[in-house]
C-alpha cells in the first residue's frame, strides 16, 4: 500500500515539497490540499496521511470538504484537509477572519503556500496603501 501512496506523490509533487507537507504534517500544522479533482485530493490526502506511518494522524481529517464544511476550518486544532478548487473564495474569507496559520497545497502546480499573510506582511501592505493614497493627493 505504501509504496503505491509514494508513486501517487511524487507523480504530483516534487521532493522537495513532498518533505515540506511531510514536516508540516508531523509539526501538527493546519494542511488544506487544494485540486480540481476529487478522486485526486482523496488519493492524494490519504497518501499523506499513511506517509506517517507507523505515527497516526488523530486530529480532523476531511479528505474531501463541502461547501457547508468550510466553517470548519475555523478551528484551532490541526487538520488536514481537501477542498475543491471552485470553492477557493469562500474558504478565502473565512481564513480572513481567522488568524491561524493554514497551508495550502496546490495539487495541480505542486505548491505550498502559508495563509493569512504574518502581522508583519499586513503592515508592509498597509504602509504601501497609504503611500500610494498619498502619492495620487
Given at each position: 500500500i505504501i509504496s503505491n501512496?509514494?508513486?501517487?506523490?511524487?507523480?504530483?509533487?516534487?521532493?522537495?515539497?513532498?518533505?515540506?507537507i511531510y514536516r508540516l504534517m508531523l509539526f501538527e500544522k493546519k494542511i488544506l490540499?487544494?485540486?480540481?479533482?476529487?478522486s485526486l485530493l482523496?488519493?492524494?490526502t490519504d497518501s499523506f496521511i499513511s506517509l506517517i506511518y507507523p505515527l497516526q494522524w488523530v486530529h480532523t481529517y476531511i479528505p474531501i470538504m463541502s461547501d457547508q464544511m468550510i466553517q470548519y476550518l475555523q478551528t484551532f486544532l490541526p487538520f488536514v484537509n481537501g477542498i475543491h478548487e471552485s470553492l477557493l473564495p469562500f474558504v478565502s474569507e473565512t481564513l480572513i477572519e481567522n488568524e491561524d496559520e493554514?497551508?495550502?497545497?496546490?495539487?495541480?502546480?505542486?505548491?505550498?503556500?502559508?495563509?493569512?499573510?504574518?502581522k508583519i506582511d499586513l503592515n508592509r501592505n498597509l504602509v504601501k496603501k497609504k503611500v500610494n493614497v498619498d502619492d495620487k493627493m
Open positions: 501512496n509514494l508513486t501517487c506523490l511524487l507523480d504530483y509533487f516534487s521532493l522537495q515539497n513532498i518533505i515540506t490540499f487544494v485540486g480540481k479533482e476529487y482523496s488519493e492524494v493554514v497551508y495550502l497545497i496546490y495539487l495541480d502546480c505542486d505548491e505550498v503556500k502559508r495563509k493569512p499573510l504574518s
